[in-house]
C-alpha cells in the first residue's frame, strides 16, 4: 500500500486556497499511484481557526469544501482535517474531525478524542471530544486514525493527564496501521520528542505510524512539519522536510532501512524563523520589511532572518543614532547592509530629541530625569520608523529578545513597537547563537557586533549589566522558571542562586506583564513563550 | 437563621489581604449573631488568577490560609471559594471548590461542576468538573451549595450546553437553601439576567436562594457584586450594593416584602468604569493618572472617571494641540478642567511636529503623506504625555472607545497607547450617554464638546465621517456583529444595511486585528468586548 502525507502550509480562513492545495496534492497521489492521501489537522480551515470557528458560515463552507474534496477520492482512501458541528446536546457544538473518504463516498468521522487545552491551546473552548476510536478497513489494512493529542498520551509525560487512550482502545482493536494527523507547532525539543513518542505507540501496536503535520506560520505559531513514517518495530523509516511543504511518499510494502534520526537544533530554529517572518507577510499581502539597526546583534539577526524571508530588495534597514549612539555601532550597521545587500538609510534624531527636552523642560521645570529621556529616543525612533512604513507601505519588524521581554527591558511604544516580534521568544544566549550560526559560511554580522558589550545606547557608557543581571543567569532563571515551570527553591538550588536575589527577579519579570500585554505578537519558539500561552493577570500581588 | 453574604473585593494573588478581609467578614457575622456566613467564587486567590494557579507554592498557601479561617468558625457555618487540588489523576489538576466549615471543622469540599470555558472564561484550563452535589445539614436545613455558573445550566439560554444539571440534582435531594458563589462579572445585560436565572431556580427549588458575588475590577473584568437573597416564591427580597463592598443580612425567619429591581443602565455603566479604574490604580499601588484631552468627548469622558475614581488632585490633564487643532478644542478642555478641577498643562506639539516632516521630507523625498502626518501627531502626543508619566510617576490613561477600536481609527503607539483603555468597551453612542449622565445635575463636560462633530483634529476640516460610517450605524452594526454574534444576513436585514456595505466594514473590522492585539487592557461592559474573551487571529483570510 502506497501513502501520501501532503505535508502542507495552510492558511487561516482561506478555505478555498486550502482546498486547492489539498485538490492538487489528491491529483498527485492519484499520478504517482498512491492508494491512502492523509492531510494534516483542521486541513480546510488551517489550524487554529480560533474564534472564527463560531462562525456558521465559515462551518457551512468548509462543509461544502470538504464535498468538493469528496468528489475527487475516486480510488482513493483520504483523510482530511475539518472542524464539524456535532449536533449532540453537549457543552461544545464542535468536533475536531478527520472526513474520511473513499471512492467518492463519505465513509465517516474520526473525532479528536484528547483536546489540548493548555499553554497555546484552547481546544476545550471549541470542541467536544470524541467519542469512539472506529477502525477503517482498506486494502486489507486495519487503519486507526488519531489527531495530534490523541497519541501522546500513551508516550510521554503529557501536559494533560487523560482518563482514556486512544492508543490502547486502537490496540484492542487490533489495527495494523496508524495515521496520525497533525498541527504540532515548532519548539526546541519538540521534534526529537515527537519521535520518541510515535515510536513507542508504533512498538506497543506492533504496527507502522505515519504521522502528517502542518507546515507554515500563523501568527505566533510555526509549525514545522517533519512528517514521519515509523515501521512496526518503532524504527524511523522517513522523515518530510522541515520548514517547507513536502509530500512524504511511504511504501508499505517495500523494505525499508530506518534512517538515522539528526538534528540541528539551531538550524531549526533559524528556518523557523525565517518561516514565521515569512507567513506573517505573505499570507496577508505584505512583501516589505521596516526594521531600526542599532549596530548590536539583535537588531542584525532580524536583519538577516527578514532578507532570508522576504529577500534583500524587500528589506529596509534605518540607522537612527543619536548623541549617545557610538561611531562604532553605526559603522557596524552599515557593514552588515553591505554585507546583506539592504538598503540602509541613516537618520539622525539628535535634533528632535533636544527639541523634546527643550519643549520639556519647561513642562517638568527643569531638565528631564535619565530613564524618561532613555525611554524618549526609542520612541522618537519609532514614530520615524512607523512614518516611513506609512509612507512606502512597509511593516515594522521588532527586534526585542526574549530576555528583554521578561524584564521589560524595552520601552513601550518605542523599541516593543512592531507587527512581528521576530525574537521575542529567543533568550539572548541563543541570539549569540543563531549569529554565530549565520556567520558560519562566512561573516555577514560583523564580528565588532558580536564581541561588544551589549549596551542599549541611550546614556554616556550605559550597558545592559547596568540595570539586568549577566544574561548568563538572567536565560538560566528564564529557561527554568518560565520555561520548565520549575519552584523557585529548585531554580535556587540548580542554580547556585540566592533566595532574595532569585526572588527579585522573579518579582521584576511578573511586574514587566502590563509591557508584555501590549507588545507584537511574536513567534513562539520554545515550550513557554510570553503571550497566548502564558495568561498572566497584570493587576495581582502574587510573586 | 441569620446568613451574611460578605460581597469583598479582592485582589488576585494577595491571599493574606483576602484572608484578612474573610476574617473581618467573620467578626461581624459573630458580632449581629449570624449563623451562615457565604464568600464569592475563589475568595481566597480573586478570581481569575489564571496561570498563576499553576504554581505549586500558591496553592498550598491557599491551603495555609483556608485553615486559618478554619480556625475562626466557632459557632458558624462558612462556605469560601478556594482553588484545590483535586488528586484525580485526570485531564486537569485542580477543583474550583466551595470549602464548607463549621465549628472549626472542614466538612468537606463542594466542587464546581460545571465549567465556563467561552468568552473571558478558561476554566476548562485549570480545573477538572466536580462529580458531586453534595447536601449540608445546618440547623434543621439542607443547603446546597453551587458555584456560580452551576446555576446558570437551569435557567436561562447558556452559553454552553452541559449535560449535567446541578439545580435538577440538588431538587431531586430535597434541599431548603441554595447558596451560590460568583464571581459574576459586570455587563450592561446581566444584572437582570442574573435575577432572573436565580427567581427561575429558587421558583424550581421552591428554595430561598443567596447569591454573593465578587465585587471589584482584576484586569479587564469589573465584578459589581449586586449580591442578592430571593425566597422561595423566586421573590427578590434583598439587593447588596452595586460597585462596593457590602454585607448582605438575611433573616430567613423574618417575613420580608419583595422589593422591586430597578436599575439606571448607565449609572450603572459609570460606576463600573470608576471601579474598574480605581482598582486599576489602587491594586496596582499607583495614585495618579495622566492623559491627553483634545477636547473631545471621549477624552473628556474619561477625565470625570479618573477624578471620580482618583480624585481630582491625582489627575493631570494635558492638551497638545497642533496647527490642525481648533481654538474651540482647546477652550473646550480648559473649560472642562476647571469644572473638574483637575490640572491642565498645554503643549503646543507644533514645533516638534514641523522638526519630524522636515526630517522625514528628505527621507521620502517630498512631503509625506496626510495619512503619516496624521498618525504622527498622536505619536508625538504618546512621546510628550509618557515621558511626563515617567518623569512624575504617572500612569497614562487610553481613551479610545470601541467603535474606533473596531473600526482601527487609532494610531498605534499614539492615541492607543495608555496603560488602561477606559471606554474601550464603550460604543461612541453610549460615550454620549455617559457624557448626559455626568451633566445630568450640573454641566461637567461643556455643551460645546458635546454638540460639535467628532474629529481627530489631525488634518484640515478632518470629520470622524470622512473615514467612518456614522456612528449610528457602526454601533448598531458592533452590538449585532461583535456583541450578539449574529450572522451578517441578519443583520443585513434588520438594519437594513446592503450586503456589501455590510461585508466591507466586517472586513475592515477584522483587518484592525493587528492593532487591537496591541491595545492595552480595557474594561470590559458589554457581553462581548475585543480582547482577551475574543479570540481572533490576526493573519487569516476570512471576512
Chains 1, 2 share one sequence.
Not at 39 to 54: K, M, N, V
Request: glycine share 6%; aromatic share 8%.
Amino acid at each position: 500500500m502506497k501513502i501520501l502525507a501532503a505535508q502542507l502550509n495552510f492558511t487561516i480562513g482561506d478555505l478555498e486556497g486550502n482546498t486547492q492545495k489539498i485538490l492538487a496534492a489528491l491529483q498527485r497521489a492519484k499520478r504517482n499511484g498512491v492508494d491512502v492521501v492523509l492531510f494534516s489537522e483542521l486541513a480546510i480551515t488551517g489550524y487554529c481557526p480560533e474564534d472564527l470557528l463560531f462562525s456558521s458560515s465559515l462551518l457551512e463552507k468548509a462543509a461544502k469544501q470538504l464535498d468538493v474534496i469528496r468528489s475527487e477520492t475516486q480510488g482513493l482512501f483520504v483523510v482530511v482535517g475539518v472542524p464539524r458541528k456535532n449536533g449532540i446536546h453537549q457543552e461544545k457544538p464542535l468536533y475536531n474531525s478527520a472526513a474520511v473518504f473513499s471512492n467518492g463516498q463519505l465513509l465517516g468521522y474520526k473525532d479528536k478524542t484528547l483536546l489540548p487545552t493548555y499553554d497555546v491551546f484552547d481546544e476545550r473552548r471549541f470542541f467536544e471530544p470524541g467519542k469512539e476510536e472506529p477502525v477503517w478497513e482498506f486494502l486489507g489494512h486495519r487503519i486507526g486514525i488519531t489527531i495530534c493529542e490523541d497519541i501522546w498520551r500513551y508516550s510521554l509525560a503529557p501536559s494533560a493527564f487523560y482518563e482514556e487512550d486512544p492508543v490502547l482502545v486502537l490496540k484492542d482493536k487490533k489495527v495494523d496501521l496508524i495515521l496520525n494527523l497533525s498541527a504540532s507547532p515548532y519548539c526546541s525539543s519538540h521534534k526529537q520528542n515527537r519521535l520518541l513518542a510515535f515510536q513507542k505507540v508504533a512498538k506497543e501496536l506492533s504496527s507502522p505510524l505515519i504521522f502528517c503535520n502542518q507546515v507554515g506560520a500563523n501568527d505566533q505559531l510555526i509549525f514545522d512539519g517533519h512528517s514521519l513514517y515509523v515501521n512496526e518495530k518503532g524504527e524511523l523509516i522517513q522523515m518530510a522536510k522541515g520548514f517547507v511543504e513536502d509530500d512524504l511518499m511511504v511504501d508499505l510494502n517495500t523494505h525499508a532501512c530506518p534512517c538515522i534520526f539528526s538534528e540541528n537544533k539551531i538550524k531549526d530554529l533559524y528556518s523557523a524563523l525565517v518561516l514565521g517572518a515569512r507567513d506573517y507577510f505573505h499570507k496577508q499581502g505584505f512583501k516589505k520589511a521596516i526594521l531600526g539597526l542599532s549596530g548590536g546583534i539583535d537588531s542584525s539577526v532580524v536583519a538577516c532572518v527578514a532578507k532570508e524571508a522576504l529577500g534583500a530588495e524587500n528589506v529596509l534597514g534605518v540607522a537612527l543614532p543619536s548623541r549617545y549612539s557610538s561611531k562604532q555601532s553605526l559603522s557596524d550597521a552599515v557593514l552588515l547592509c553591505e554585507n546583506l545587500k539592504i538598503e540602509l538609510q541613516e537618520i539622525c534624531i539628535d535634533s528632535i530629541f533636544q527639541n523634546y527636552l527643550d519643549l520639556l523642560s519647561s513642562v517638568v521645570n527643569g531638565s528631564l530625569s535619565s530613564l524618561s529621556q532613555e525611554n524618549l529616543q526609542p520612541r522618537i525612533r519609532t514614530a520615524i520608523l512607523m512614518a516611513i512604513a506609512n509612507e512606502k507601505g512597509l511593516i515594522l519588524l521588532n527586534t526585542s529578545n526574549k530576555s528583554e521581554m521578561a524584564m521589560g527591558y524595552a520601552t513601550l511604544y518605542g523599541d516593543m513597537a512592531g507587527g512581528l516580534g521576530v525574537l521575542q521568544d529567543v533568550k539572548k544566549s541563543h541570539v549569540y547563537q543563531l549569529a554565530a550560526f549565520i556567520n558560519a559560511r562566512q561573516e555577514v554580522i560583523p564580528k565588532a557586533i558580536i564581541d561588544k558589550e551589549p549596551s542599549a545606547e541611550l546614556r554616556e557608557n550605559q550597558t545592559d549589566l547596568d540595570t539586568l543581571p549577566s544574561y548568563e543567569i538572567l536565560d538560566a532563571v528564564i529557561e527554568d522558571y518560565i520555561e520548565a515551570a520549575l519552584p523557585v527553591e529548585e531554580i535556587a538550588e540548580k542554580r547556585a542562586l540566592s533566595a532574595p536575589f532569585l526572588t527579585d527577579l522573579i518579582h521584576k519579570i511578573h511586574l514587566a506583564e502590563y509591557k508584555r500585554r501590549q507588545a507584537p505578537i511574536g513567534l513562539r519558539v520554545t515550550q513557554k513563550a510570553f503571550g497566548k500561552g502564558r495568561l498572566m493577570p497584570i493587576v495581582q500581588k502574587w510573586k
